[in-house]
């Protein structure tokens, strides 16, 4: 609820500093008063709500990619942590063993 209200926090803003203007209270006054004013108004706020929730929605989309990606890489440091220790617990002879089958 409160990222619809933070949403649509710019748009009032926007809306109050059109009112301001000499012009906003006539244009206001004619999409109240007449049928295709009306109209207008409607199909405008549709237009806006959709925009909205697909930004609403993008932003999600894009927080749960990051979140895979960082448990990704939580999850290959792991592994190289474990390989490391592994490492670490061999004897000099076989670490050497191993290193010269990777070398080659």
């Given at each position: ?52 929730a ?19 890489n ?9 390989t ?18 990777w070398?080659?």
């Open positions: 609820m409160l990222k619809l209200a933070l949403a649509f926090a710019p748009l009032l803003l926007i809306a109050l500093g059109f009112l301001a203007t000499p012009w906003g209270l006539p244009v206001l006054s004619w999409l109240v008063g007449n049928p295709v004013g009306r109209v207008v108004a409607v199909v405008g706020i549709a237009v806006t709500a959709i925009w909205i697909y930004q609403i929605g993008r932003k999600d989309g894009v927080d749960r990619i990051r979140l895979q990606q960082a448990q990704h939580l999850d290959a440091l792991r592994d190289r942590v474990s490391d220790e592994e490492i670490r617990k061999m004897p000099p002879n076989r670490r050497r063993e191993e290193l010269a089958r070398v080659r």
